[in-house]
């Protein structure tokens, strides 16, 4: 995104993301499943999420308003995650989940005409930096990123973990799947207000100590979570 911008970059991941989901809804065998999945749609959701999309809109917002433009920008993920799976749970239930491909890979190939206005080079990435190498280098020697990193590896870890099972765990339990795509959507609704609240709190109290109330937190509702009655 450095190099080509951020347009660009999160265009083509779309695409990429687009022909997953068609790939995988073709897919005939476990490596056409891996490829299209796991490969392609794994490239696209990287290209084009918010690793991309938060180093824009740092680049184009004065660091007193930095904070909080990031958690709106949270929150608008959120509200795709509100409104996109029970949506898609619903096709699933009305025209199988083949189809329910289809229309979310021509939905993400949507994106790449989102990202038109953000065409052009980024004319404050730095040049000469060194490139890919030197960048992971600075990083790796900083105490505070490998933190952030090990926080984030547990923060994934979790969002993937749940987002994966929650559905046929609810199934395991005796309930129905729409109640686990009503669960995930429940996370991405809250998640609107915790997100904005989130950036809002990060512009006025120190950063790191806030991330690990709220990491130290979540680790404590998901083990009671997993710990409780299952009704």
Request: proline share 4%; hydrophobic share 55%; net charge positive.
């Amino acid at each position: 995104a450095e190099r080509f911008g951020t347009g660009r970059v999160i265009a083509a991941s779309a695409l990429i993301y687009a022909l997953g989901l068609i790939l995988m809804a073709t897919a005939e065998s476990a490596t056409a499943l891996h490829f299209s999945a796991g490969v392609l749609i794994g490239i696209g959701v990287s290209g084009s999420a918010f690793s991309v999309v938060f180093g824009a809109i740092a680049r184009a917002v004065a660091p007193e308003r930095r904070s909080v433009a990031l958690g709106i920008a949270g929150a608008g993920g959120s509200f795709g995650q509100f409104v996109f799976i029970p949506f898609t749970q619903v096709m699933i239930d009305g025209i199988g989940w083949e189809p329910s491909l289809y229309v979310l890979a021509a939905i993400t190939a949507g994106i790449a005409l989102l990202a038109f206005p953000l065409r052009g080079r980024n004319s404050e990435a730095p040049a000469g930096s060194g490139g890919v190498g030197a960048a992971i280098a600075e990083a790796v020697s900083n105490p505070g990123y490998r933190y952030l990193t090990a926080g984030f590896f547990v923060c994934g870890f979790h969002i993937s973990f749940i987002a994966l099972h929650i559905k046929p765990y609810a199934v395991l339990c005796g309930l129905t799947p729409m109640i686990g795509a009503t669960a995930l959507a429940t996370v991405g609704l809250f998640n609107i207000f915790g997100s904005y609240g989130a950036g809002v709190l990060g512009a006025r109290f120190n950063k790191a100590r806030l991330l690990s109330v709220l990491y130290f937190t979540r680790a404590v509702v998901i083990a009671l979570f997993l710990a409780g009655p299952k009704t």
